[in-house]
């Protein structure tokens, strides 16, 4: 052995061996810091188990007794802490230092950590190297005698083989050994620092020996050149260093969160932080996408930590500067309502402030075709290209954006600007949320997308782009879309725009389908749109019925544009906002020499050509006259002049001055032919235009033809009032259009429309009528029989309904309108074979009684009537057979109850 050397040395241990060895480091003054490894004089601690060894004997060894013990007393007295130690010998050849460490800034205060351990029974005295004369050596036998005497540490032998450790050097199965865990923090004490992000743990209380990767980060590493030497990258033994300090032998929680090639990913937490965290925000690790995935304590944290280091330009980023254009911070954030969905992976949003932004999601790549094999020789010419129903999941993911966001409010956060390329254009790509969820990210965890990867200094993404990497791998974990194993969904679309003997196909099951449900995928102008039929599965180009629309800008042939008409660009835009994209319902009337269908299109039961008429961007056309319609078209019209919106901002109203006209003109007489068809109470009647004859027969035909060929299936129809439907006469069994006035309960009353007759039924014998027996008007038109009035006995009034019946039912007559009243016109009717006024010989036979009107075009007419009522009175005819009952002193004419 070597003199004795009495300087006194101070440091800080950074590691400590076993329990008579530590690693102490010295106080740098420059450079990195000198370390010496001191192992305790005079006495010896029990072994450690040692781990196989390849390169040697390959022999593991097992703990001595209190060998963890003495170790683990040591680490939690010294690591970190400050010490003062002198070097007593040093072993020649192999160079080990010898000497005793104070716990202290000196030796004279300082603890003496040999006595220590003596004192605790965890070391055994080497006694024969010992000298009489040295009072401190005698000391350390006189501690062991006292801690032998009260069986402390190794002394006592009882308890010994508890205190021997069971150390699992290796991992079997590391994904079981992950899973296990169930993410949860487990006790640990890192043993060894390999890099700044690799590190060997002991897991307490298992005592499973592994290596952790730190979750989501990468610091610069150590790599062997050709010669075997390990060589530093930039920053990487700082990096390490930066570890060393605050982990190495410390006590921690180790959260296991992934296997990659069979090494343990995992996030290390100490006391004061996050060491992951730690080493981003100082410049020494950088995010890794390939395991960001698995981090369970925010990645968003880690991703933070590395921009304050990038801002900070620390270290590694000490050259940095950002790769794409930075976003203005006042445009950073909107919110607006989504218009429209363009494929997977893009939206429209009308801002608060009324301007439409296309946005892109952030870091989403949409389904995509896969790549055509490098040697396909096929020259076959394909067919236009439809990607929304040929890519598959395309359609799907459309759908699931389409149903999620199409006329809703989002939060629009924009991450970055991707610039123009390769003839592409400028995008906005963004964090689209609603209600709290990331669209990007349901999107992805429902595997209708993909996520972007970036080369590592590429920081232009999404900053939920973790987020999108765990949605993406659960999403890969499930095998839901784009990740299945399964054949991907096929959606054969036939296209029918244009095509005129495939509308002619279509046309019958539309029209007799009544309502039908539909998506409106393109707006072509503020009256024409393009419909996807789910139910036919065809796409189709859509006519609105009933108005008169201004047409906005338009390409022409050659590439140019055609000017729009006033008002057109924003009758297109008033009908994309409304019904674009939405799931709407349209009856189908017709279609054009064009192969187009026309119609009248519902968006939440709104008629989109009154909606548009009310707008003032369109006006009435002449041809909805016919429809049911009509008179909302008219009042919204109306509306629209009186508000002088858009189409009408010029209107001036017309003023209508009254012009008094005396009533001395002629009575007006324009007969018209009619068939009563049904005779009502109190002087009433249907009749129809014999002239309508032939048409409506020929409606009545088609309609039963194709009810026979189309038969409706019973109790598919739900009856509601004031509804248009076809009705089963029970007398005849036939079919006929019909009006629903009343439902009650499975009792259902109908009018027929053109035969003024009503009837009792039930649900089971209606059905929808198909729309193209729609639009012929109702060919039964009451009436009431002029200048007349019933008798007011109640026996007089039944006989003369009887003689009226009698008089008209089922007759062609001529029939003259008088005059109306609240909408009810009042005729009087003429036999043709006859001449014979109805009304008149009603009254001449004593069944009816003359009515006073004043207006003077009707006075001949009513004092024909007064003198074949006088000649009732005076032959005494049916209500006048007991003479004259009527007051002398009645007001009106007539008589008076």
């Known amino acids: 052995?070597?003199?004795?050397?009495?300087?006194?040395?101070?440091?800080?241990?950074?590691?400590?061996?076993?329990?008579d060895a530590v690693v102490i480091r010295g106080q740098p003054k420059g450079g990195p810091p000198p370390e010496k490894t001191i192992c305790f004089s005079n006495i010896t601690a029990p072994r450690m188990a040692r781990r196989p060894n390849p390169a040697q004997d390959n022999v593991e060894t097992k703990d001595e007794p209190f060998a963890w013990e003495a170790r683990e007393y040591l680490r939690k007295k010294l690591i970190g802490k400050e010490v003062a130690f002198v070097i007593e010998y040093t072993v020649p050849g192999t160079g080990r230092e010898y000497g005793c460490v104070?716990?202290?800034?000196?030796?004279?205060?300082?603890?003496?950590?040999?006595?220590?351990?003596?004192s605790e029974g965890l070391v055994e005295?080497?006694?024969?190297?010992?000298?009489?004369?040295?009072?401190?050596?005698?000391?350390?036998?006189q501690l062991e005698d006292a801690a032998k005497s009260a069986g402390k540490g190794k002394w006592n032998t009882a308890e010994a083989t508890k205190h021997i450790r069971n150390v699992k050097w290796t991992v079997e199965n590391a994904r079981n050994f992950v899973d296990s865990h169930h993410n949860k923090p487990i006790d640990a004490v890192i043993e060894h620092v390999r890099d700044g992000c690799t590190v060997r743990a002991f897991l307490l209380p298992s005592f499973d020996y592994v290596t952790i990767m730190l979750s989501g980060i990468k610091c610069p590493m150590f790599k062997q050149d050709e010669s075997g030497k390990q060589v530093p990258e930039l920053f990487a033994e700082e990096a390490k260093y930066f570890t060393e300090v605050r982990l190495l032998q410390r006590d921690v929680q180790i959260i296991l969160e992934g296997v990659s090639n069979n090494?343990?990913?995992?996030?290390?937490?100490?006391?004061?932080?996050?060491?992951?965290?730690?080493?981003?925000?100082?410049?020494?690790?950088?995010?890794?996408?390939?395991?960001?995935?698995?981090?369970?304590?925010?990645?968003?944290?880690?991703?933070?930590?590395?921009?304050?280091?990038?801002?900070?330009?620390?270290?590694?980023?000490?050259?940095?500067?950002?790769?794409?254009?930075?976003?203005?911070?006042?445009?950073?954030?909107?919110?607006?309502?989504?218009?429209?969905?363009?494929?997977?992976?893009?939206?429209?949003?009308?801002?608060?402030?009324?301007?439409?932004?296309?946005?892109?999601?952030?870091?989403?790549?949409?389904?995509?075709?896969?790549?055509?094999?490098?040697?396909?020789?096929?020259?076959?010419?394909?067919?236009?290209?439809?990607?929304?129903?040929?890519?598959?999941?395309?359609?799907?993911?459309?759908?699931?954006?389409?149903?999620?966001?199409?006329g809703k409010k989002v939060n629009v956060q924009v991450d970055y600007i991707q610039p123009a390329n390769n003839n592409f254009p400028e995008k906005t790509c963004c964090t689209v949320t609603i209600s709290g969820i990331n669209v990007g990210e349901a999107l992805v965890g429902k595997g209708l997308a993909t996520v972007v990867r970036y080369r590592m200094e590429d920081d232009q993404r999404s900053e939920?782009?973790?987020?999108?990497?765990?949605?993406?791998?659960?999403?890969?974990?499930?095998?839901?879309?784009?990740?299945?194993?399964?054949?991907?969904?096929?959606?054969?679309?036939?296209?029918?725009?244009?095509?005129?003997?495939k509308c002619k196909q279509f046309l019958p099951f539309l029209q007799r389908a009544g309502k039908t449900e539909a998506i409106v995928e393109f707006v072509a102008s503020g009256s024409r749109v393009r419909l996807y039929l789910p139910k036919e599965t065809c796409l189709t180009t859509f006519l609105i019925s009933g108005i008169e629309c201004p047409r906005g800008a338009r390409p022409l042939p050659g590439g140019q544009m055609s000017q729009s008409e006033p008002y057109g660009d924003e009758a297109l835009q008033f009908t994309k906002e409304m019904c674009l994209q939405r799931e709407v319902e349209v009856r189908v009337e017709t279609m054009d020499k064009g192969g187009n269908f026309i119609g009248w299109l519902f968006v939440d039961n709104t008629n989109l050509s009154v909606a548009l008429v009310e707008e003032g961007l369109a006006k009435v056309h002449f041809t909805a006259e016919r429809s049911n319609y009509y008179k909302q078209l008219q009042i919204a019209e109306e509306n629209a002049k009186r508000n002088r919106r858009n189409l009408w901002k010029d209107y001036q109203e017309v003023t209508e001055v009254e012009e008094v006209v005396e009533d001395n003109t002629e009575r007006n007489v324009s007969y018209k032919s009619v068939v009563v068809t049904e005779v009502t109470a109190d002087l009433k009647f249907f009749a129809q235009l014999v002239d309508n004859g032939p048409q409506l027969e020929n409606l009545m035909e088609q309609l039963r033809q194709d009810m026979t060929a189309n038969p409706p299936l019973p109790g598919a129809y739900t009856p509601k009032r004031n509804d248009m439907c076809a009705a089963k006469f029970s007398q005849d069994s036939e079919w006929y259009r019909a009006k629903v006035e009343r439902v009650d309960g499975s009792k259902v009353t109908v009018l027929f429309i053109d035969y003024g007759?009503?009837?009792?039924?039930?649900?089971?014998?209606?059905?929808?009528?198909?729309?193209?027996?729609?639009?012929?008007?109702?060919?039964?038109?009451?009436?009431?029989?002029?200048?007349?009035?019933?008798?007011?006995?109640?026996?007089?009034?039944?006989?003369?309904?009887?003689?009226?019946?009698?008089?008209?039912?089922?007759?062609?007559?001529?029939?003259?309108?008088?005059?109306?009243?609240?909408?009810?016109?009042?005729?009087?009717?003429?036999?043709?074979?006859?001449?014979?006024?109805?009304?008149?010989?009603?009254?001449?036979?004593?069944?009816?009684?003359?009515?006073?009107?004043?207006?003077?075009?009707?006075?001949?007419?009513?004092?024909?009537?007064?003198?074949?009522?006088?000649?009732?009175?005076?032959?005494?005819?049916?209500?006048?057979?007991?003479?004259?009952?009527?007051?002398?002193?009645?007001?009106?004419?007539?008589?008076?109850?």
């Open 1 to 19: 052995m070597s003199t004795s050397q009495t300087a006194v040395h101070k440091g800080i241990v950074k590691q400590v061996l076993s329990g």
């Open 102 to 118: 104070y716990l202290g800034k000196d030796i004279a205060t300082g603890e003496n950590i040999t006595e220590a351990l003596v």
């Open 125 to 141: 005295v080497r006694r024969g190297g010992l000298k009489l004369d040295d009072q401190g050596q005698q000391q350390l036998i």
């Open 263 to 406: 090494n343990l990913l995992g996030t290390v937490l100490h006391p004061n932080g996050n060491i992951a965290e730690l080493l981003l925000r100082e410049g020494f690790a950088r995010c890794v996408d390939w395991s960001m995935g698995v981090v369970t304590q925010g990645a968003d944290k880690l991703r933070a930590a590395e921009k304050i280091a990038k801002e900070k330009k620390a270290r590694l980023w000490k050259d940095y500067s950002p790769s794409g254009p930075t976003v203005d911070i006042k445009d950073k954030t909107f919110s607006g309502k989504v218009v429209e969905v363009v494929n997977g992976d893009a939206l429209v949003v009308k801002t608060d402030k009324n301007q439409f932004k296309k946005v892109f999601l952030s870091s989403i790549r949409p389904p995509r075709n896969a790549p055509a094999p490098a040697d396909s020789t096929d020259s076959t010419p394909k067919p236009r290209g439809r990607p929304l129903y040929d890519v598959p999941y395309m359609f799907e993911a459309r759908e699931f954006l389409r149903k999620k966001l199409i």
């Open 464 to 501: 939920h782009y973790d987020e999108l990497l765990a949605a993406e791998a659960r999403a890969q974990k499930k095998g839901v879309g784009l990740h299945s194993k399964k054949e991907a969904p096929i959606h054969r679309v036939a296209d029918v725009s244009g095509d005129l003997n």
């Open 757 to 897: 007759n009503k009837e009792q039924t039930t649900a089971t014998s209606l059905a929808t009528l198909p729309a193209s027996f729609q639009s012929l008007a109702p060919q039964a038109t009451e009436y009431c029989l002029a200048c007349v009035a019933l008798p007011p006995d109640e026996d007089f009034k039944n006989d003369a309904e009887d003689a009226f019946y009698d008089e008209i039912a089922n007759r062609q007559l001529n029939m003259n309108v008088e005059y109306k009243v609240g909408g009810l016109e009042y005729v009087s009717l003429v036999n043709p074979e006859t001449k014979e006024d109805v009304a008149q010989k009603l009254v001449s036979s004593g069944f009816l009684l003359a009515e006073r009107r004043r207006e003077k075009r009707l006075a001949k007419l009513v004092s024909d009537y007064v003198k074949a009522q006088e000649k009732a009175k005076t032959a005494r005819e049916n209500m006048w057979r007991y003479g004259d009952f009527t007051e002398d002193d009645a007001k009106e004419f007539g008589y008076s109850r």
